[in-house]
């Protein structure tokens, strides 16, 4: 089992940038892929991005494409979500969730998934809020 630490959520104007950072420990040696969601109040919780466990490919909402980037480091059992040109609309509950990669030799590195089901431990949440 894996635990995730979140950070770096805050209030940012309209325009502006933030950076989101998931800390995992625990089995940290298996393969996981790593995601971001975001929920808003009212409102079901939704993908925004992923990265597969060795960093190789990246996937974004169409929402979110072109703003923000997300990258990991292994070593540091980090992973980070750069959010730039924020949006009103990005405000959001923002969470890291972590999904157990089985069966894979380590030569390979499968797209991540979208899906919220896919995603087996969640951090607990930081609040993204933009102003406008």
């Known amino acids: 089992q894996v635990q995730l630490a979140e950070s770096g959520g805050g209030l940012v104007q309209a325009g502006g940038s933030l950076r989101l950072s998931c800390a995992a420990s625990g089995r940290t040696s298996l393969k996981y892929a790593m995601g971001w969601f975001r929920q808003a109040p009212g409102k079901e919780r939704e993908f925004v991005a992923a990265i597969s466990w060795k960093g190789g490919s990246t996937l974004f909402a169409d929402s979110v494409k072109g703003r923000f980037t997300m990258s990991r480091d292994n070593a540091k059992n980090t992973v980070y979500l750069q959010m730039n040109s924020l949006k009103p609309e990005d405000t959001a509950v923002y969470y890291c969730?972590?999904?157990?990669?089985?069966?894979?030799?380590?030569?390979?590195?499968?797209?991540?998934?979208?899906?919220?089901?896919?995603?087996?431990?969640w951090g607990q949440g930081t609040q993204v809020t933009v102003s406008s």
């Open positions: 969730a972590a999904a157990t990669m089985l069966y894979i030799s380590s030569w390979q590195d499968p797209a991540p998934s979208p899906r919220v089901d896919e995603y087996d431990y």
